[in-house]
């Protein structure tokens, strides 16, 4: 189903362009259209190779030390825009402590992407999405991801992690497929360590990765909190 409704809207749309003549208006929302099917679908297909790799044992993963700052700057810089057309307001926070991790440095801005993108899409209109860092004992790092959004039934939180269940989500506006925190977990699990969500205490929801932590040279020494990224 997942599959098959992009795939419906890709060729109905391409029948209509195809078989009529249409003003300009209706072209360019009939390309638009499909566009973001195509994308959706591209994706969805990405997503399933990468758990079919990950379920195989076959998924690239390199580990070195990755500087948490740069990434996050990066990561944010990259959504500002996904964040400005839903109102919210990203938030960056200062990595405390070392602010190294050993990981695949694309594949956990890869996750990091996944979880900051869920913040911003559901979230509320002058909301926030806050990302920041911090030792948590035992030589990990701990990576969070907070946002200000309507937060996850209790009921729902075992369903999580379950293969195209969008928890409610497949009757809004919002594209997905449901398989975005199944890769992210498996992903983060790939490079030695972990992926929780957590209902927040008064509002929103946090998700916290937690990696082990890597030795910072001089280079990673001059960190700063990004600058320009609220919206």
């Avoid at 360590?193 to 030795?215: D, F, H, M």
Wanted: charged residues 25%.
């Amino acid at each position: 189903h997942e599959l098959r409704t992009p795939l419906q809207a890709i060729t109905g749309f391409t029948e209509l362009l195809r078989t009529l003549d249409l003003p300009p208006d209706r072209r360019q929302a009939a390309l638009e259209h499909i566009g973001a099917a195509t994308e959706h679908v591209l994706s969805m297909v990405d997503d399933l190779l990468d758990i079919a790799k990950i379920e195989a044992d076959a998924l690239p993963i390199r580990i070195e030390p990755v500087e948490l700052c740069g990434l996050l700057d990066e990561v944010l810089a990259l959504l500002a825009p996904l964040a400005e057309e839903h109102d919210v307001t990203l938030r960056p926070a200062v990595p405390a402590g070392r602010g190294a991790v050993r990981a695949d440095r694309r594949r956990l801005r890869q996750v990091l992407i996944n979880l900051v993108t869920n913040g911003v899409r559901y979230n509320r209109a002058g909301g926030w999405v806050e990302v920041g860092a911090q030792d948590s004992g035992a030589s990990m790092v701990t990576v969070a991801v907070r946002d200000s959004g309507r937060g996850i039934p209790a009921e729902m939180m075992n369903r999580l992690f379950t293969p195209f269940d969008r928890l409610g989500a497949e009757c809004s506006a919002e594209p997905g497929a449901g398989l975005g925190l199944v890769v992210a977990r498996a992903v983060t699990q790939a490079m030695g360590g972990t992926l929780e969500i957590r209902k927040a205490a008064e509002v929103g929801t946090t998700a916290e990765i937690t990696l082990p932590a890597a030795l910072r040279d001089a280079a990673m020494l001059g960190c700063a909190v990004p600058t320009g990224l609220g919206v």
